[in-house]
């Protein structure tokens, strides 16, 4: 079984770093537990705790090793795989997630983000993932929906269709900004 699941708990070990084949591996275990109102007694009540172990990889891996402790409440997202196993003595199952993105819950305490040097939007080179950032002077790269050379007497930012062609309010008309992100044009 593999699905995508986004789990809250406690860092439950602390997590260890290893090197596999070149790839850098963070793993630690994760502590999730039910909380429910009781509505005979009218409080809440714990269930049952639920234990996964947690691999992060690469880039992932580094970041969660600086960052991430045991105790610490934390929000995952990641895929599940829940395999059976049977040492000879012993059997069991075992319930694993692979991390796509880890940070720590914020309803429980307060974090400082510091940005990796390699995250920067004005990048001009390729990634690590080998995709190289797209053009901003590219017609229609800041404009979804905007067809290159539509209408060159409109201008930049004119639809591809003349369907709806209603004034736009103040709001459309103000840029899009990530909060603390200086933007690449």
């Not at 986004?6 to 997590?15: F, L, R």
């Not at 390699?118 to 797209?134: H, I, N």
Request: no cysteine; charged share 25%.
């Amino acid at each position: 079984m593999s699905d995508t699941i986004t789990i809250v708990g406690t860092v439950g070990t602390d997590p260890e770093k290893k090197t596999r084949n070149g790839v850098t591996i963070t793993t630690f275990r994760l502590a999730s537990r039910e909380r429910r109102f009781d509505k005979a007694t009218g409080a809440w009540v714990d269930g049952e705790t639920n234990w996964y172990t947690v691999s992060a990889y690469r880039r992932l891996a580094e970041h969660v090793f600086d960052s991430v402790h045991r105790r610490d409440r934390v929000i995952l997202t990641g895929r599940l795989h829940v395999r059976n196993w049977d040492n000879g003595e012993k059997r069991g199952t075992a319930v694993d997630v692979d991390a796509d993105a880890i940070g720590h819950d914020l309803l429980f305490g307060t974090t400082a983000y510091e940005a990796d040097e390699r995250s920067s939007l004005t990048t001009s080179s390729t990634t690590e993932d080998g995709w190289a950032p797209a053009d901003a002077d590219q017609p229609g790269w800041t404009s979804p929906g905007v067809a290159p050379g539509a209408d060159a007497g409109a201008g930049a930012g004119a639809r591809a269709s003349s369907e709806s062609q209603s004034q736009p309010d103040e709001a459309d008309q103000r840029p899009l900004a990530l909060a603390g992100v200086e933007a690449p044009f």
